[in-house]
T-cell receptor
């Protein structure tokens, strides 16, 4: 089955700096890569996703890049704000939410 | 739509007791998932249903766990008998076939 590794497990940045979280996956058939944000005590919520037919996707301060050859994808958050502090999870599957395998999560702390 | 609705939000019980967690998916969604979240193991898929039929229960830890979906708007996850190691946050989520995974607020279970 799919195995998703996520790094780093914790990340602290100063407000206004950029944050990068990286994930690798094992199954070359995976083609759907969502990222979820989970604030303390809340539900995970989708913030951005990418499918394998594109290499990069942006949504305001958030971007995701995908390298299918190397089987890794990354989340980039620019101009970080305190409200970006949360746990971020990457995931991978073969096309849908049915068989998502999640990474172990990254606790991002944005320091004011 | 009110989103995925779970109950109870918090449950404290003693070892050996039966626990029933409930979920109402988003109307029209044909996939329903049960996840367990712990610090040690992250987000684990326990079981998922398609059109009320269990499709993959390979993540269910053992026979003490069972899940049902008697109709399109209701599912239960039952643990009998419960053990302290079952303490976790249990998330229900729903989606359309190729759509985003929407999580409920979770049920925090503590087994003493």
């Amino acid at each position: 089955g799919e195995n998703v590794e996520q790094h780093p497990s914790t990340l602290s940045v100063q407000e206004g700096d950029s944050a990068v979280i990286k994930c690798t996956y094992s199954d070359s058939a995976s083609n759907y890569f969502p990222w979820y944000k989970q604030e303390l005590g809340k539900r995970p919520q989708l913030i951005i996703d990418i499918r394998s037919n594109v290499g990069e996707k942006k949504d305001q301060r958030i971007a995701v890049t995908l390298n299918k050859t190397a089987k890794h994808f990354s989340l980039h958050i620019t101009e970080t704000q305190p409200e970006d502090s949360a746990v971020y999870f990457c995931a991978a599957s073969q096309g849908s939410a049915r068989q998502l395998t999640f990474g172990s999560g990254t606790q991002l702390t944005v320091l004011p | 739509d009110a989103g995925v609705i779970q109950s109870p939000r918090h449950e404290v019980t003693e070892m050996g007791q039966e626990v029933t967690l409930r979920c109402k998916p988003i109307s029209g969604h044909d996939y329903l998932f049960w996840y367990r979240q712990t610090m040690m193991r992250g987000l684990e898929l326990l079981i998922y249903f398609n059109n009320n039929v269990p499709i993959d229960d390979s993540g269910m830890p053992e026979d003490r766990f069972s899940a049902k979906m008697p109709n399109a708007s209701f599912s239960t996850l039952k643990i009998q008998p419960s053990e302290p190691r079952d303490s976790a946050v249990y998330f229900c989520a729903s989606s359309l076939l190729e759509g985003e995974l929407f999580f409920g607020e979770g049920s925090r279970l503590t087994v003493l």
